[in-house]
């Protein structure tokens, strides 16, 4: 809604509209519009819903420098907001529920947080990482910046969207 990056650093402001989809004469449209953003969130990014078709998560930040993005479930009928990763200087993004919805899969620079630049735009180092549902037990999944793993990338790389199989 605005793309002004001086004003919200580096993506613009964002907000999130739920909506039901209609076919009108054979053209699907848009129906029902509701803006679900939370309140004081200037970066929202959906990642998908949980099985009770109510949860919602999303990546946000309530800064306006969205590098410090956690991963946030909302309850789209309540507006409640859940902070499950609480890192607003670490780089979480990409959250996916597991088909069951016990597990969240996600980006994240939680294994380099203690280097500041690890969740900046052009230092970005993540890894995918997985926790469960209520954001505990979060576990490094993958090394690409680690000698000796079978993934490292001696010259660089990171983790970005990953994709859960259908049966999880």
């Not at 699907?28 to 949980?50: D, R, V």
């Not at 109510?54 to 946030?72: I, P, R």
């Not at 469960?132 to 000698?147: A, P, V």
Request: with cysteine; net charge negative.
């Amino acid at each position: 809604v605005d793309g002004n990056i001086l004003a919200y650093w580096p993506f613009g402001k964002w907000e999130l509209i739920l909506a039901d989809v209609e076919e009108r004469n054979g053209v699907p449209a848009f129906a029902n519009l509701k803006n679900i953003t939370p309140k004081g969130m200037h970066w929202n990014e959906p990642g998908n819903f949980g099985p009770d078709k109510v949860s919602l998560l999303l990546t946000g930040s309530v800064e306006k420098d969205a590098q410090g993005m956690d991963q946030y479930v909302l309850n789209i009928r309540t507006g409640q907001l859940t902070n499950l990763t609480n890192s607003p200087t670490v780089w979480d993004e990409h959250g996916l529920f597991s088909p069951d919805g016990e597990k969240i899969i996600l980006m994240s620079a939680h294994p380099y947080r203690t280097d500041p630049n690890s969740s900046k735009v052009l230092s970005i180092r993540t890894e995918f990482m997985l926790m469960n549902k209520d954001g505990s037990g979060l576990t490094q999944l993958t090394h690409f910046r680690e000698q000796g793993h079978p993934e490292y990338a001696e010259k660089g790389g990171i983790a970005a969207c990953p994709e859960w199989s259908r049966d999880g």
